[in-house]
């Protein structure tokens, strides 16, 4: 079920994370985020992961796309707020 509460922290989790991966040099920073970020992807719901994911299986969980879909799922759910 989708709620404001999950945008919110979904939005919150995303964003932070987001925010970290993008100035970070540290190629392992880099990829425990996107391990956190495909974990978190994996137990929200599955009707916001949807949503923000246009159906893409694979959204937030390619490496080569990772900042792309971060990027696109933090501008997603804020317009959802």
């Known amino acids: 079920m ?3 509460d999950s945008i919110e922290t979904a939005y ?3 964003h932070q994370k987001r925010n970290v991966y ?3 040099s540290l190629d392992w920073q880099k990829d425990d985020i996107e391990y956190a ?3 978190y992807a994996d137990d929200m719901s599955q009707e916001l992961y949807d ?3 246009n159906g893409r299986t ?3 969980r390619d490496h080569k796309r990772f900042e792309e879909d971060i990027t ?3 501008e997603r759910l804020e317009t959802m707020l």
């Open 2 to 4: 989708m709620t404001k």
């Open 12 to 14: 919150s989790f995303l």
């Open 22 to 24: 993008i100035h970070s």
């Open 37 to 39: 970020i495909a974990s």
């Open 51 to 53: 949503v923000i994911s």
């Open 58 to 60: 694979d959204f937030l």
């Open 72 to 74: 696109l799922a933090v």
